[in-house]
């Protein structure tokens, strides 16, 4: 990871955090918390990739263990988020784009369940049985639903974000310099063309070829 990526994620992660505690921990909704940590690691990880994603989460979810008022032990929902945002990673595209909504909200659904259920399990794991009694299913059930509700407002802003990022030239991800490679497929449909209407002067001249464009928790 690069020093812009490093940069954006960090200030995504706090500004996440700092509204989760200080906004929707003191709503006292029914069941779970509107988790907007998990959601802007959903987002990074999609366009970063799942290495940069299981960093990314670790950190977010050290954040939030080290946080007031988290009453859990340290590292708990560090490793939550560290194996959500490296699962989640895998399922980024080769473009860093998404063609619809709907698979980033099928994610966004299975890792407020996962991160829920994992959540609670490492919990029972360290003697913590509060899921218990509150009741998981409806904790797996509210954060679903919450998550999902607030999905469509932070996934798309945090992934268009970290879009500007991704194919920095000074990021090494191997992208062509100056250029945003999920883009590739309009700068070389706009070449062909200037060539076509050229009458293919492209295409003889060796030095003016037009080299195309790769693309590439509870708190």
């Known amino acids: 990871m690069r020093l812009n990526r490093i940069l954006l994620s960090t200030v995504l992660v706090v500004v996440a955090l700092v509204v989760q505690v200080s906004v929707f921990a003191r709503l006292h909704l029914p069941g779970a918390v509107p988790d907007l940590l998990l959601l802007v690691v959903i987002g990074l990880a999609l366009v970063y990739g799942h290495t940069s994603g299981a960093l990314i989460g670790f950190a977010a979810g050290l954040l939030a263990d080290l946080a007031p008022p988290a009453d859990h032990a340290t590292g708990r929902y560090a490793l939550v988020l560290c194996l959500v945002g490296y699962v989640v990673g895998l399922a980024r595209p080769e473009n860093g784009r998404m063609r619809s909504a709907t698979v980033p909200m099928l994610v966004v659904v299975a890792a407020a369940v996962g991160s829920t259920l ?8 360290v003697g913590d049985t509060a899921a218990r009694h509150v009741g998981l299913t409806g904790l797996v059930l509210t954060a679903a639903v919450y998550d999902l509700l607030l999905a469509p407002f932070t996934v798309p802003l945090v992934m268009a974000l970290a879009r500007r990022t991704h194919n920095d030239p000074l990021a090494g991800d191997g992208s062509p310099a100056g250029g945003d490679g999920s883009y ?10 200037i060539g076509s209407q050229r009458g293919g002067l492209l295409a003889k001249s060796p030095k003016n070829k037009a080299g195309r464009i790769k693309g590439v928790k509870r708190l």
Request: proline share 0%; aromatic share 12%.
């Open 118 to 125: 994992l959540y609670a399990g490492v919990g029972s794991l």
């Open 184 to 193: 590739g497929w309009l700068s070389g449909g706009r070449a062909n063309r």
